[in-house]
């Protein structure tokens, strides 16, 4: 009897064939990498000029023999807008990077004195572009241009940074601030041009720049 139910029972097995395969369970999903910016404070000044100089903000406060600049020209919220656009993270070549832009700008202090990041990101692999400093220099031998300090670092997986690189990243103006109000929007939209242009000369000093060994 129980040889014979043994033999049914593998007869039974054989024509039920394999079990059924079980689907793979799905990979876990990787967390993205990112790349966090930050804007700066709005615009500042320097002038240097035969009977004024110096004095920074002159010309943003309006102050007599300064040259006149429009209020606002490069806001925080303009910053912003255009950090998201040009992308840092491919100028950066980290391009599977997702970018994350902050619309408020940092403390100086905060900027100056942080040893990790500057979110709470736990993102497998992070970097950071933090516009410090943007500053309009004016003098009456080379004229006008827009100087902006950037400040980049890159993390990789751990809390502290890997590789880090600070400068000023300049371009010249030629018709900011403007000299007559028909003139007002054309300078506009060169010294926000010239904002984004500083972007793409500080990355390519940063891929310039010797990796640390």
């Given at each position: 009897?129980?040889?014979?139910?043994?033999?049914?029972?593998?007869?039974?097995?054989?024509?039920?064939?394999?079990?059924?395969?079980?689907?793979?369970?799905?990979?876990?999903?990787?967390?993205?990498?990112?790349?966090?910016?930050?804007p700066g404070d709005g615009l500042m000044s320097t002038y240097y000029g035969w009977f004024h100089g110096s004095t920074v903000?002159?010309?943003?406060?309006?102050?007599?023999?300064?040259?006149?600049?429009?209020?606002?020209?490069?806001?925080?919220?303009r910053q912003s807008e255009i950090l998201a656009a040009a992308e840092p993270?491919?100028?950066?070549?980290?391009?599977?990077?997702?970018?994350?832009?902050?619309?408020?700008?940092?403390?100086?202090?905060?900027?100056?004195?942080?040893?990790?990041?500057?979110?709470?990101?736990?993102?497998?692999?992070?970097?950071?572009?933090?516009?410090?400093?943007?500053?309009?220099?004016?003098?009456?031998?080379?004229?006008?241009?827009?100087?902006?300090?950037?400040?980049?670092?890159?993390?990789?997986?751990?809390?502290?940074?890997?590789?880090?690189?600070?400068?000023?990243?300049?371009?010249?103006?030629?018709?900011?601030?403007?000299?007559?109000?028909?003139?007002?929007?054309?300078?506009?939209?060169?010294?926000?041009?010239?904002?984004?242009?500083?972007?793409?000369?500080?990355?390519?000093?940063?891929?310039?720049?010797?990796?640390?060994?």
């Amino acid at each position: 009897m129980g040889r014979h139910f043994l033999i049914i029972a593998g007869l039974a097995l054989a024509l039920a064939g394999p079990a059924a395969a079980q689907p793979p369970a799905p990979p876990a999903d990787a967390a993205a990498c990112e790349f966090h910016v930050w804007p700066g404070d709005g615009l500042m000044s320097t002038y240097y000029g035969w009977f004024h100089g110096s004095t920074v903000n002159g010309q943003i406060m309006g102050r007599p023999g300064y040259p006149a600049v429009p209020p606002n020209p490069i806001d925080t919220a303009r910053q912003s807008e255009i950090l998201a656009a040009a992308e840092p993270q491919k100028l950066f070549r980290q391009d599977g990077y997702r970018l994350v832009v902050h619309q408020d700008a940092l403390p100086s202090r905060t900027i100056r004195t942080a040893t990790g990041r500057l979110s709470d990101s736990s993102a497998p692999c992070y970097a950071e572009l933090i516009v410090d400093d943007v500053v309009l220099q004016q003098d009456f031998v080379n004229g006008a241009l827009l100087k902006t300090l950037f400040r980049y670092r890159n993390f990789g997986a751990g809390a502290a940074p890997e590789r880090s690189f600070t400068t000023w990243a300049e371009t010249d103006l030629g018709g900011f601030p403007p000299r007559e109000p028909g003139q007002l929007d054309a300078a506009i939209r060169e010294i926000r041009s010239a904002f984004r242009n500083n972007i793409a000369r500080f990355a390519a000093s940063a891929r310039a720049r010797p990796r640390r060994r």
